[in-house]
């Protein structure tokens, strides 16, 4: 179970599955005789599976992970944003370093999707991404010569999970005051690299 403080603690699933939408690469991890291995892989969100949602992904063959049965239990983290917070941009409290950050978790129980499913996998896949990338053109399986299409299929297995469980931890210093909120998001902007762009913007759609 996710360690979430009831401060940055969001059930919403609305707003966990648009964190699986903008960050779409998942970690995930499985017991593999007796060990727990993990694998990366990004995925497809199915928002209608289940009352929860889940998703569709594959995954190299030679994956150990990819090697899973029907049933088979799955943990998986997305981590959408994060950037360190200096104790110098409070401006009341004193206290010491810390990490914001959003992270959704899911488990559930995978099933292997059959041969037949996988070029819809991989359509849908690269749909989902390169739509991203408008204007241009995207790009269409069907630009593949079907005998190099059939050996890349023949490369991954595919899986369908349905969420059992999913959670999400919003840490942004909502346990702070507002003034000490302002002066993390103001330090988070001063910085200005990607990551702590992106974790003061969801700070002030909070404000």
Do not use: C, H
């Given at each position: 179970m996710m360690y979430r403080p009831s401060a940055f603690a969001v059930d919403d699933i609305a707003a966990l599955h648009?964190?699986?939408?903008?960050?779409?690469?998942?970690?995930?991890?499985?017991?593999?005789?007796?060990?727990?291995?993990?694998?990366?892989?990004?995925?497809?969100?199915?928002?209608?599976?289940?009352?929860?949602?889940?998703i569709r992904f594959h995954l190299a063959a030679g994956n150990p992970v990819a090697k899973l049965g029907d049933g088979a239990r799955v943990h998986l983290s997305f981590m959408e944003t994060d950037a360190y917070v200096s104790p110098d941009w409070y401006r009341r409290i004193v206290t010491v370093p810390t990490w914001n950050y959003i992270a959704v978790e899911g488990e559930g129980a995978v099933r292997r999707m059959s041969r037949e499913a996988l070029p819809q996998l991989v359509v849908d896949l690269s749909a989902q991404e390169e739509a991203k990338l408008r204007p241009k053109e995207p790009w269409l399986i069907d630009?593949?010569?079907?005998?190099?299409?059939?050996?890349?299929?023949?490369?991954?297995?595919?899986?369908?999970?349905?969420?059992?469980?999913?959670?999400?931890?919003?840490?942004?210093?909502?346990?702070?005051?507002?003034?000490?909120?302002?002066?993390?998001?103001?330090?988070?902007?001063?910085?200005?690299?990607?990551?702590?762009?992106?974790?003061?913007?969801?700070?002030?759609?909070?404000?």
């Open positions: 648009d964190v699986i939408r903008n960050r779409v690469f998942a970690t995930f991890a499985a017991m593999l005789d007796g060990r727990i291995a993990f694998a990366y892989a990004p995925v497809l969100l199915d928002a209608g599976n289940g009352p929860l949602g889940g630009k593949m010569p079907p005998q190099r299409i059939e050996a890349l299929l023949n490369g991954i297995a595919g899986f369908s999970l349905a969420f059992e469980r999913l959670q999400g931890k919003f840490k942004l210093s909502q346990d702070k005051s507002l003034e000490d909120i302002a002066g993390v998001i103001a330090g988070l902007e001063a910085r200005g690299d990607a990551a702590s762009l992106a974790v003061a913007k969801e700070m002030r759609g909070r404000e």
